[in-house]
């Protein structure tokens, strides 16, 4: 049965070629950088959190992980800012308060494809994903998923595209499905990183001498002092727009499978600097597929990597 995923999914409706490259042929860039990103960070120091481990332990997760990574940027070590942003948020969100109680971190599901107008299983496609915490609220005993984001961008900026995160609620149904629950909500935990940089406003020639000490103690007082880098949103899962979701799943399912037989992957052109940047598959579509681009700048990689973190 082949499995997908709303990255998969999603990555078909874009460009059916950059599909095709990322799971049919499961290749990536080798130049791709296997760095520890801020992002990554935030949810490990998270996860940790929820999951009740002291501050400290997290601190030392996160700063070990840096250090075997060696990520140090020319002008800021993200490690120091992760950790101020967990700290802030352990202030700000304190676990002994919290409504919501962990049922689940992390969990994942694969749940067949269920076809609207007939209520019959697909034969040859799952569906499975992971979110962050499965959670369940101590009063009311609603449960709930809760999404950790973290963005660089102000929050009202952030919560404006909102709306458009058609995955949470994909999977909201497909987990509620899989474990026999009715999951109500979706609770975003957004964590703003901080704009303060090594220095200030010393030249750059000064800047450089602030220790990592005193650029920490900086980032520590503008995250416990500020509430405008946290905020929580709830947005209740409307059933109108998962059983939309879900019958576009379901067509976008049958395009695939027309795909596989006819062995076409078209190129979406407008896809191809999607983000102001070349798409990662592009010199190798520009060579028409040329085996000396294959075999010199691609390498093998995991499709659905992300179920496997």
């Excluded at 250090?67 to 490690?79: L, M, V």
């Excluded at 220790?211 to 980032?219: I, K, M, N, P, T």
Aim: a neutral charge; one cysteine or more.
């Amino acid at each position: 049965m082949k499995k997908q995923t709303f990255s998969s999914i999603t990555a078909f409706r874009n460009c059916r070629r950059f599909f095709q490259n990322r799971y049919i042929r499961a290749i990536e860039s080798i130049h791709k950088q296997d760095t520890l990103r801020f992002g990554t960070m935030g949810h490990t120091g998270l996860e940790m959190f929820f999951n009740g481990e002291g501050l400290e332990k997290i601190r030392q997760t996160i700063f070990d992980a840096a250090r075997e990574a060696a990520w140090q940027g020319k002008e800021q070590r993200q490690e120091l800012y992760a950790w101020a942003m967990i700290s802030g948020y352990a202030m700000h969100f304190p676990l002994k308060d919290e409504p919501w109680e962990v049922v689940e971190a992390e969990p994942g599901f694969e749940t067949k494809l269920i076809n609207p107008a007939t209520g019959r299983s697909a034969r040859s496609f799952a569906m499975a994903g992971k979110v962050d915490l499965l959670v369940q609220n101590r009063e009311t005993g609603e449960y709930a998923i809760m999404e950790h984001k973290t963005t660089t961008r102000p929050v009202d900026s952030f919560l404006q595209r909102i709306w458009t995160d058609f995955q949470i609620h994909l999977y909201a149904h497909y987990l509620g499905q899989a474990r026999g629950i009715k999951i109500e909500k979706v609770i975003y935990n957004i964590l703003t990183k901080s704009k303060l940089r090594r220095g200030g406003l010393m030249s750059k020639k000064q800047a450089a001498l602030e220790s990592d000490g005193d650029l920490l103690a900086r980032l520590l007082e503008d995250h416990m002092g500020s509430d405008k880098l946290y905020h929580r949103e709830e947005i209740i899962i409307s059933d109108h727009r998962v059983g939309q979701l879900v019958d576009e799943v379901w067509e976008v399912k049958d395009q695939m499978l027309i795909a596989a037989r006819r062995d076409k992957y078209y190129q979406n052109p407008s896809y191809c600097f999607h983000w102001n940047r070349p798409c990662e598959y592009y010199e190798l579509c520009k060579s028409n597929d040329s085996e000396v681009i294959m075999n010199s700048y691609y390498q093998p990689r995991i499709p659905h990597e992300e179920l496997t973190r």
